[in-house]
């Protein structure tokens, strides 16, 4: 079956950096478009970054120049290197591997910004 497993989170102090991993195993990764998703408490979840099977990235404007989202098709793995890190991102981040109408998501992994 379809897993993606995220690694990588924590509690940080803000302006610090966290790297975060996804592990995906069961689909044809190299297809899918992957991303990086995330929820704050009581709000809904945004996009922070994707990346397609070609390498081509989006950032949502909030993270454009502080997040760097990459792949290792040979590792079935995506990252999200994070800097320069706000209190307001405290949230739940979640992998997500999207192919057509196929969506996948990972258990998420709790990332904390102190102040």
């Known amino acids: 079956q379809v897993q993606l497993v995220e690694s990588g989170g924590g509690l940080v102090q803000a302006g610090g950096s966290l790297r975060l991993s996804c592990a995906a195993s069961?689909?044809?990764?190299?297809?899918?478009?992957m991303g990086w998703y995330r929820q704050a408490p009581g709000k809904q979840r945004e996009l922070a970054a994707t990346i397609t099977s070609g390498g081509a990235s989006n950032y949502a404007d909030s993270v454009k120049g502080r997040f760097t989202i990459s792949r290792d098709n040979t590792k079935g793995t995506v990252y999200l290197q994070m800097n320069s890190l706000k209190t307001a991102e405290t949230a739940v981040y979640y992998c997500?591997?999207?192919?057509?109408?196929?969506?996948?998501w990972g258990q998420g992994t709790q990332v904390t910004v102190s102040s």
């Open positions: 997500n591997a999207q192919w057509y109408k196929n969506s996948y």
């Open positions: 069961g689909i044809n990764f190299r297809t899918f478009t």
